[in-house]
Structure formats: structure tokens, C-alpha cells
């Protein structure tokens, strides 16, 4: 290695302006962009927009909305009513010469040395990440291209450079790859961008705005990702027939001529940037009166939010509001419209503590909804009736499971019930993620190497299969043997032997086998319309994880596939509706069918890792062969155990009562699974369930 | 090898699809179309055949994106560039292409990637365009489109959204258009797509097998005869085939013309309303269909019928639903919006005018 570096000359320097050239030429097309003031509607969206133009300091929005509702043409018109500011000319990172604490190094080293920096103006841009974007780009990489030429080693800056006080614009942000968010987060926390990697070690400032649009049907953003934009927004479709025409009449002008659709509205956006400007130069006279200081502590107090960003975020965007009106004093109601864009994401809430379980305040840190509804009450009209109409429904959610349970269920001849699906039970509650960060130190979800080129460097190899190339790697080697090459217009001459491979790594989607008892048993006390509840809480769960599901049900003397390895969760639903009850319970070959499935999806795909679930009481009374059923169950239960890839979980559906078998419970223990009541059979838990059962598998592998 | 392909016209049935096909064929702005249905009904051979219907498009003979040489908000930098110094962009006319897009493609080939070897060897960096570069301006055909891995889908999101494919990855960061028409096909029994991009498909058709006896008849004798003589069938459809190429480019002609009158406007806007669907992307559709419609029959005024046969290719796949709810619609209030449209909204527009039509409504 040390060979290696006097082969490389090692010199750090800054990335000058042929790299900062090379990008300009080829990223940016300058793409006809509908304007600002032309968007109808989405008055609350434009309004956060329009604040953080005017203030920069207001950490970014996130949009989130049903598809088609102008968010990301919104944000991109809002690129042209940015404002200007200075920087250091020819700097990658757009030095502030009068914030000397942000200054990049190259920019130091040359103020310290007494030189002059020229500056010039620049509209605040916005940086595209694209969520295939992977991570060299995202951070910065070793530039090869120099190190081969020159045999310089030199650090090619990335969005993260490229971004400094600037606007970094995510659309899908919740699709993003969870170590480019990682990275994110870690920049935007320190405001630094610290590289070590691929044999580069570098930092330089990264503070950044983040703006981005998701839609929440694909799932939602990490609450600390979400807490690290300043405000959020929802958005959804205009109802109004006259504007809906006018919004298709305006799409259809610009779309059939966008340059004169952009003239004739030039002038809207002028008296727009105008009067942003104005607000701007007015803002750092817009004054807070300590009265209404003590209110935003008291708002975010009532909000249950997590640390202060939410105070600092909402004075900021109080006085922005006020000086968006013309005003130099802020008044309670900036304050109260600050706190709608403010508090939207950084809400806490939680399910009202059912009343049988009284550790669950323990678990769940978190407040019920009351306060959250009484700040509401204070702030807005609206936003009360809404949350008056959301209260009754959550309290009322246990009423009507009885109900509909009671309803729905159709009594079929041969002594078979079809039973309705159950509420599921706190669906939001599972697709907040909240919980998921706190156990993140041991990771989210299984991570397996990958094949594709998304996803984490970890290390290189020699095998070539993928030409997923590693740099460093290669160069490292290649630089044993420099001195006995040619070297023809090169520094460093490498041959194929040299070249090393990236090995990659990714999270993936699980592959969940719901085994279903459908015995008769299983109709008693409406058993199964409860469990239905609790199977579709989990398959909507899936859904967003993008998991694989399966499921089998067992009832009479068979088990049966009914729904093989599918992403299909709509399959899934309709089966489950479908899903008859009676019969006796045949529970060992309802485990042998799990067995067969699992084994089959391992041999397809040994990356991926069946989770069974089991939902049963345990009572097998039908055996395949001729053992006892209760014997042959454990057996078969044994060598599902043995296969250390499968990982089990038992759901004891029996009632608590005077005469308890706890067959379940022995077959958990058989199984080695994690086993919950009915009664714990909150989806609530029982998703925790399934998340911790992933996370210590996580753990065991990286142990 | 060039492929034979099975004549458009000589397609049995399937009306809708080949409706779906030819109004995008007509109006690339109809951002695609995505055909559900089981297997073997002519999805693939639809999609392929109308290829040789495509028109011609006026490109810049050298480009790679084959840019449009008379806009320049489309165009890729290379040739913004030659254009602001002054230079003449060549051009030619080509046919507009049909892209391939196979369910295994890996990331680097659809959004594009350095070629790392020659790169490392020669310290050059070229970026190699992917699939999204070739399909620009063209038709983007995923077959099997729901077995399509999850992150190309969200590359493919990211670039549909906006027509131009950003590449940061592996040392590359690059910028082209990609403006391309997304035609998918699926059989649902096999998983349905992601909410976010079935709503980047313009329009959506389910289809099913024929049950007519006679026309199953003549789907197989008109296979059989494309299996051993590909000629004599392409031969004995030229005609039509000849036919629909001219409809079409009339009917591109005369796009440009075709008005819209507001009382269609808001009866496109009601059904929207009505239907529940998902943001504003259902109403430019839908009034884009029915303008490419009326273009099709040689109109220049859209007219109520050129929107009742626009409906169901744009809002099949719209319709809010729940989730594990299978896509459907509910045809009975439909036909109450179209039939029954008293137009008694209060609204406080400029362009009122009390809209009632008595027009006869006989089927949807």
C-alpha cells in the first residue's frame, strides 16, 4: 500500500473549475417550466412555497398529496422566484464569504493566504436528486478520471457539494433509498458533508434546503427525515368544476405553446417576485412580542412535538407570514397559520391506550390525541371540526368491529361460515413509522447483498459478474504494477486483471406466509372476524414494504395454498374475504404446507426469508399419518425450527377462560417463535411483533 | 433480423385496445396507455403491430434523442447548445420508435451509465444512454409491466413526471429529455401495479378473451395464415392497413384545430367530480382524448359522444379506491353524470353560461 502512494501523488486538491465545467455542460437543460402564479388553487401549498423563497431559513417543505395535484410542477416553478445571492466565484460549494464559519477549505486556505475572492450573485438554485441517484454521486467520489490521467487523487464533489445553500428537490421522496437518506440526514444535521470513503477522505459545508413531494399511498417518510423539513403541507385535487376547467384550460395552453404561455404570464410573476423581494428586505425588522413567543411554546407544547426545531421553525415562519402581509409586528393569527405548516408532520399522536393494557403508556411514550385536539380547537376552526370528526370514529372503532362482526358473516349450508373481515384496527398507526428509528441502531429491515447497483458499497471482490466497477479498489491494485507498464497518455495504466468489483448492499422486502386456521373452532366467539381484522392490518403493512406475501388456510382434513408467493396484497384481501370456516383442525399439515411453500421461495430466492405466521389455537385434532395429530404437529413443527431461514410467529386465537390448553404456547416453543394472545392481538402490537421479529434477525446477522 | 409483425387492421375485437392505441399513435401527449387482460388476447401482437402505424416525426438527423428541431424547450443540451450558436440543426424524418423495455433490464441500462471499463482503462468518461435516451419521443413498451422490479418503476416515475432523465450515479451527472409514451401490459392475476404509476398511464383497458364463436374462428385462421405465410396476410391487409395510416396522419393534422367548448369542459370536470378520482391528471386526459377523438372522426368540435367514448379508457384505472379494492367502476353513476348532467353548479366563474343539452342518450 505504501507502494501505492508514491505511485499516486497525493495531492488534495480542490475540484477547480474544469470539473465544476464538466457538470455545467452537461447537467442543467434549462426545461420550460409552467409558472408560478398560473397554478390554481393549492392555496396552502403556494403559500409555504412563497415563504420559503422568502426565507431561507425556514429548512424546506415537504408536499404530500394524491398524485396529479401540481405538486412537483410547483416546485419547480418556484426555482424562478428564488432570490439571488452572493458567493465565492469559481467555488464548487458557493462559499458566503461573510459566514467565515461555513467556508470550504480551499476557500479558507486561499482568505488566509490574503487573497482577494471575487463573488458574484446567483439565483439560489434548485439540485434534482434523483432517486436512482446512488451514493458516490450523492457525497462526492473519488474522481478516477484525473487519478488515471494524472495520477492525482482528487475529490469530485457531489449533490451534497453541488448543494450547499441551495435547494435540494426530491419528488417521490419516500421511495428514496434508505442510505441515501441516511446520508442526507447526517449532512443536514451537522451541515457538513464528511466523506470517507474509497479512499478519500474530505469535508466541506453542505446546508441545504430540502424540498419534496411524496405521495403517502406509497408509504411514508422516517419521522426524522420528516422532522428535517420545515414545513409540510397536504394537498389533494380542487373540487370545484369552474376551477378544474380553468386548471385543464391552462395545462392545455401551456402545453400547446409553453414559451407564450410563459410571456403572457411574465407579468404575474413579476409583481410576484416583487412582492417577495419586498418581504424579504422587510423581514429582519418583523418584530415578535414575548406574549406571542409564550404561544408558540405553548402550540408546540400542546403538539407533543419532538425537540425545538418546531419553535424556531414557526417563529421564523410567523414573521415570514407578517412580512409576506407588509407587516414589521407579528400577530396571533401568523402565528396560528405558521403552526398549521409547522406542526402538520411533527404532531404526535397515538391510539387512546386500550384500556387492557396498562403498560402501553410505557411502550408508547407518546400522548394520546386529546391535546392535540385542543390545540387545534385554539388555532383553527376547520382544523377543529376535522379532528371532531376523527375523534369519534377512532373511539368508536372497537363498537363497530362488534358490529359488523355480528353483520356481515353468511352461514352457508354444509355448516361453513364465511365470516366478514374485522376493522382493522389502528391501520394508520402501522404505516407511521414512528417506532421504526428507535430501534435503528440495529437496523430496519433485513439487509441482504445485492445484485442490482443500487445500494451500499461495502467492499470489493475480484469476481466480475455484475461490472459494477470499484474504483478504489482497482486502482489500488493497478498501482502495484505501475512501473513495470506502459504508459501511453495516462498516469496509471490498468489492465482487466486490475479490475475489482463492487460488492453492494440493500434492504428487501420480506416474504410473509400467513398460515390461517380455519377450523370450526375458529368461528366461536367471532374469533375469525377479528382475525381477519388483524391479517389485513399486516397485509397493508406489506403493501408499503413491498413485501412478498402468501397465505395458506388449513380446515378439515387439508391444508391449502390459497394465494401463492404474490406481491398481489388485493389478491390477498379478496381471498381473505372469501375464506370460509368450519371443519376440524388438520394443524400438522397446515404446518407441512407452510414448510413446502417456505422451502420452495428459498430455493427461488435463498435471499429472502419466509416469516410464518401462524395464526391458530393450536388444537390440532386430524393428522396426516398415523401418528397422533398433537405428536405429529410438534414433529413437523421441529423441522420448521431446524431451518434456521424461517422464522416463525404463533397467534394463540383461544380465549382466556377456565379451561385453557395452551397448545399454542407449546407450539411457539416448538417453533422457537415469538408468540402473542388473541387479546394482544391489537394490530398495533402484533405489527411490532412482526417488525422486532425482523429487526433481531437483522441484528443476528450483522452479530 | 427484423421481426414480421401481425397487421394492426387484421386484429380481431378488441375495439377499445385498438382505440387506446391509435388515439396515442395520434396524440403522443396522451402520455400511453396499459392494457390488462389475460393471457393471450393479443395484448403484445397489438402493441407490436402498431409500430408500423406510428407516423413520422421530424427530428435532428444527429441527435441521439432525436430532438425536435422546431422546439426548443424539449431539447437536449448538446443541441440547445449548436442552436444558440448559430448553427443550422440538420434534419430528417424518421418514424417514431417502439423501445423495448424487458422486465429484467437492470437500472444502468434504463437510466444509463458510464462504460466503467473503457472509462478506467482510457481515463475517458462517455456516458452510455440507456433505454429512457431511446425512447424519447418514442413509445417506452414494458410487457408484463407489474412484474417490473420496484426500483426501476420509481426511475421510471421520477423521469415520466418531468420528461427528462437526471443521472446521478457512478461519477455521472447527466441531464436529457425523456419524453416518452409509456404502453404497458399486465395480466392482473399476477399483481397489480403501484397506484403512482397506473396513474402515469394515460388511459387503461381491461380485456378479456372473445366469446363469440365465428370471430374466435377467424382469430385462428388469421393466426394460423400469419404463422405460415406472414406475407399473404400483410399483403391482404395492406389496404386497411394503408387506410388507418392516412386516418392517422389526417387526424394529427387536424389536432391542432379542434375545439373545445366550455360546456364540454365542464361536463369533463363533473365526471371527474362525480367519479372521485384522484387529482387533476384524469381531467386533462380525458379532455386531450376526447379533443384526439373528434380529431380521429375528422371533427374540429368535441363533441359530448367524442368524451362518452374518452371515459372509460381514462378512468378505469383512476378510480379512488381503497385499498385491496379491485379497479372498477361504477357505471351506474357514470351514466348519471352523462346522462342526467343538469349542470346545476353554483360556481363563480367567468365563462357561465346555464349549460343544458337535450341530447338523446342512448347507451354508454
Avoid at chain 1, 406571542?292 to 414573521?319: C, T
Avoid at chain 1, 388456510?553 to 401463492?564: Q, S
Avoid at chain 2, 397489438?46 to 425536435?68: Q, S, W
Wanted: with cysteine.
Amino acid at each position: 500500500m505504501r507502494q501505492a502512494a508514491t505511485f499516486l501523488r497525493v495531492q488534495e486538491t480542490m475540484a477547480q473549475n474544469e470539473v465544476a465545467d464538466w457538470g455545467a455542460k452537461m447537467g442543467g437543460i434549462r426545461r420550460a417550466v409552467y409558472p408560478f402564479s398560473a397554478i390554481i388553487g393549492q392555496e396552502k401549498m403556494k403559500k409555504g412555497l412563497i415563504l420559503n423563497a422568502i426565507n431561507l431559513r425556514l429548512g424546506g417543505i415537504l408536499i404530500r398529496g394524491e398524485k396529479g395535484t401540481a405538486k412537483s410542477t410547483a416546485v419547480r416553478a418556484l426555482a424562478t422566484l428564488l432570490p439571488e445571492i452572493e458567493g465565492v466565484k469559481g467555488c464548487p460549494y458557493y462559499c458566503d464569504l461573510k459566514n467565515s464559519a461555513q467556508l470550504c477549505d480551499s476557500c479558507r486556505i486561499r482568505l488566509e493566504a490574503g487573497e482577494k475572492l471575487a463573488t458574484i450573485s446567483q439565483r439560489v438554485s434548485v439540485i434534482d436528486l434523483p432517486i436512482s441517484a446512488t451514493e458516490d454521486r450523492v457525497v462526492g467520489n473519488l474522481d478516477f478520471e484525473h487519478a488515471i490521467k494524472y495520477g492525482i487523487r482528487r475529490f469530485e464533489p457531489g449533490i451534497l457539494a453541488k448543494a450547499n445553500r441551495r435547494i435540494i428537490y426530491v419528488d417521490e421522496v419516500n421511495l428514496l433509498d434508505d442510505h441515501i437518506v441516511d446520508v442526507l440526514l447526517d449532512a443536514a444535521a451537522t451541515g457538513l458533508n464528511v466523506v470517507e470513503r474509497e479512499s478519500i477522505s474530505y469535508i466541506h459545508p453542505a446546508e441545504f434546503i430540502l424540498v419534496g413531494t411524496m405521495n403517502p399511498e406509497e408509504g411514508d417518510l422516517r419521522p426524522q427525515l420528516m422532522d428535517r423539513f420545515g414545513l409540510c403541507v397536504e394537498v389533494e385535487g380542487v373540487k370545484d368544476p369552474g376551477q378544474r376547467v380553468e386548471i385543464v384550460k391552462r395545462r392545455e395552453a401551456f402545453d400547446a405553446d409553453p414559451l407564450g404561455f410563459i410571456n403572457q404570464w411574465a407579468g404575474e410573476e413579476q409583481v410576484l417576485r416583487d412582492r417577495i423581494t419586498a418581504a424579504r428586505q422587510l423581514l429582519p425588522r418583523v418584530y415578535v412580542s414575548p406574549e406571542l413567543l409564550a404561544l408558540i411554546a405553548k402550540l408546540s407544547l400542546e403538539a407533543f412535538v419532538a425537540g425545538h426545531r418546531a419553535d424556531i421553525i414557526m417563529e421564523a415562519g410567523a414573521r415570514t407570514i407578517a412580512s409576506w402581509h407588509g407587516r414589521t409586528e407579528v400577530v396571533e393569527e401568523d402565528i396560528y397559520e405558521a403552526a398549521d405548516l409547522v406542526l402538520f408532520h411533527r404532531v404526535r399522536q397515538a391510539p387512546p391506550p386500550p384500556p387492557e393494557e396498562p403498560e402501553s403508556p410505557e411502550e408508547e411514550p407518546e400522548k394520546t390525541e386529546t391535546p392535540e385536539e385542543e390545540e387545534k380547537e385554539d388555532s383553527k376552526e376547520e382544523s377543529q371540526a376535522e379532528s371532531e370528526s376523527e375523534q369519534p370514529s377512532s373511539a368508536q372503532a372497537g363498537s363497530e368491529l362488534e358490529e359488523q362482526e355480528g353483520g356481515k358473516d353468511e352461514q352457508s349450508e354444509n355448516g361453513e361460515t364465511v365470516f366478514a373481515v374485522g376493522q382493522p384496527f389502528q391501520v394508520k398507526r402501522i404505516t407511521h413509522n414512528r417506532d421504526r428509528i428507535l430501534r435503528k441502531g440495529s437496523g430496519r429491515r433485513s439487509r441482504t447483498n445485492t445484485a442490482s447497483k443500487v445500494g451500499r458499497y461495502i467492499r470489493s471482490t475480484m469476481q466480475r459478474k455484475n461490472n459494477d466497477l470499484a474504483f478504489d479498489a482497482t486502482l489500488r491494485v493497478a498501482a502495484l504494477y505501475q512501473i513495470y507498464r506502459k504508459h501511453e497518455k495516462v498516469a496509471i495504466t490498468i489492465e482487466t486483471s486490475d479490475i475489482r468489483e463492487k460488492v453492494r448492499e440493500k434492504r428487501i422486502g420480506n416474504f410473509l406466509l400467513f398460515v390461517v386456521d380455519a377450523s370450526g373452532s375458529m368461528g366461536a366467539q367471532q374469533r375469525m372476524s377479528a382475525t381477519k381484522g388483524a391479517i389485513l392490518s399486516l397485509l397493508l403493512d406489506a403493501y408499503q414494504k413491498r413485501d412478498r406475501i402468501g397465505m395458506i388456510a388449513f380446515k378439515g382434513n387439508t391444508a391449502e395454498l390459497l394465494l401463492p408467493p404474490t406481491n398481489s396484497v388485493e389478491m390477498a384481501h379478496k381471498l381473505l374475504e372469501e375464506l370460509p370456516t368450519g371443519g376440524k383442525t388438520p394443524l400438522s399439515a397446515g404446518l407441512a404446507k407452510a414448510y413446502e411453500v417456505a422451502k420452495a421461495q428459498l430455493l427461488k430466492d435463498p435471499n429472502v426469508s419466509p416469516l410464518l405466521i401462524i395464526i391458530s389455537d393450536g388444537k390440532g385434532n386430524v393428522s396426516i399419518g398415523s401418528e397422533k395429530p398433537a405428536k405429529e404437529a410438534r414433529r413437523i413443527g421441529e423441522i420448521i425450527m431446524e431451518e434456521a431461514r424461517i422464522k416463525s410467529i404463533v397467534i394463540d386465537v383461544e380465549k382466556e377462560g377456565l379451561l385453557t390448553f395452551g397448545l399454542a404456547r407449546e407450539l411457539a416453543n416448538t417453533l422457537e417463535a415469538e408468540y402473542y394472545k388473541i387479546d394482544e392481538l391489537k394490530a398495533d402490537t402484533l405489527v411490532q411483533a412482526v417488525r422486532r421479529n425482523r429487526d433481531d434477525r437483522v441484528s443476528g446477522l450483522l452479530a | 433480423m427484423k421481426r414480421k409483425t401481425y397487421p394492426f387492421a387484421a386484429i380481431v375485437g378488441q375495439e377499445e385496445m385498438k382505440r387506446g392505441l391509435l388515439l396515442n399513435a395520434i396524440n403522443p401527449k396522451l402520455s400511453g396507455i396499459l392494457i390488462r387482460g389475460e393471457k393471450g388476447t393479443a395484448k403484445s401482437t397489438a402493441v407490436r403491430a402498431l409500430a408500423e402505424l406510428l407516423p413520422e416525426i421530424e427530428v435532428v438527423a444527429d441527435c441521439f434523442y432525436g430532438c425536435d428541431p422546431d422546439d426548443i424547450t424539449t431539447m437536449c443540451l448538446n443541441c440547445r447548445e449548436r442552436l444558440a450558436k448559430g448553427e443550422k440543426l440538420p434534419r430528417t424524418r424518421r418514424k417514431m420508435r417502439v423501445v423495448d423495455l424487458p422486465v429484467s433490464a437492470t437500472e444502468d441500462r434504463v437510466v444509463g451509465t458510464l462504460d466503467l471499463e473503457q472509462a478506467i482503462k482510457k481515463g475517458e468518461k462517455r456516458f452510455e444512454p440507456g433505454v429512457l435516451a431511446q425512447a424519447n419521443r418514442g413509445i417506452l413498451y414494458v410487457d408484463e409491466v407489474n412484474l417490473l422490479d420496484d426500483h426501476i418503476v420509481d426511475v421510471l416515475l421520477d423521469s415520466a413526471a418531468m420528461g427528462v432523465n437526471t443521472v446521478e450515479r457512478e461519477g455521472v451527472s447527466f441531464t436529457h429529455p425523456a419524453n416518452f409514451i409509456l404502453v404497458g401490459t399486465m395480466n392482473p392475476e399476477e399483481g397489480e401495479l403501484r397506484p403512482q404509476l397506473l396513474d402515469r398511464f394515460g388511459f387503461s383497458v381491461n380485456i378479456s378473451g372473445i366469446l363469440d364463436p365465428e370471430l374466435r374462428v377467424e382469430v385462428v385462421k388469421r393466426r394460423a395464415l400469419f404463422e405460415e405465410d406472414p406475407e399473404s396476410l400483410a399483403a391482404l391487409w395492406e389496404t386497411e392497413q394503408d387506410k388507418l395510416r392516412q386516418q392517422i396522419s389526417a387526424a394529427k393534422a387536424l389536432l391542432p384545430k379542434v375545439q373545445i367548448s366550455d360546456e364540454m369542459l365542464f361536463l369533463i370536470a363533473s365526471i371527474a367530480i362525480e367519479m372521485e378520482v384522484d387529482g387533476h391528471r384524469a381531467d386533462l386526459i380525458m379532455m386531450k382524448a376526447a379533443k384526439t377523438v373528434a380529431a380521429f372522426n375528422g371533427k374540429e368540435e368535441v363533441t359530448e359522444e367524442d368524451i362518452r367514448q374518452s371515459v372509460d379508457l381514462t378512468l378505469l384505472h383512476r378510480m379512488r379506491r381503497k385499498p385491496f379494492q379491485d379497479l372498477s367502476m361504477d357505471r351506474k353513476k357514470l351514466q348519471e353524470v352523462l346522462g342526467g348532467q343538469q349542470h346545476s353548479h353554483s360556481h363563480t366563474h367567468t365563462h357561465t353560461d346555464v349549460h343544458s343539452h337535450t341530447h338523446a342518450h342512448a347507451h354508454l
